[in-house]
């Protein structure tokens, strides 16, 4: 069994039944959804600090780089291309 640290946390009551809502739709316990959830946004935090070092040595990335980006993560979300017009407001 994993090791666990019990926490305390306080939310709006909204907050919590949503967050109680997308726990149950997904078949798990509140605690695994936030524990969840916080690693996925430690992830992204992680990635955007990379990114932003990365630029800092090489320069942004280019319309090109970005767009292959984006490609990627639709593919990864299993998403479909962004159409014409989504690509410009992007």
């Known amino acids: 069994m994993a090791q666990r640290e019990k926490r305390s946390v306080s939310l709006p009551p909204e907050l ?3 967050v109680d809502d997308a726990a149950r739709a997904e078949g798990t316990t509140f ?3 936030l524990a969840q959830t916080a690693a996925h946004r430690l992830k992204l935090e992680a990635g955007r600090r990379a990114l932003t070092e990365w630029e800092l040595e090489n320069g942004p990335l280019t319309e090109a780089e970005l767009a292959e980006g984006r490609a990627r993560a639709r593919t990864s979300l299993g998403r479909a291309a962004a159409d014409p017009a989504e ?3 992007a």
Do not use: E, F, V
Request: without cysteine.
């Open 31 to 33: 605690s695994a959804w």
């Open 16 to 18: 919590a039944r949503a």
């Open 87 to 89: 690509r410009k407001s």
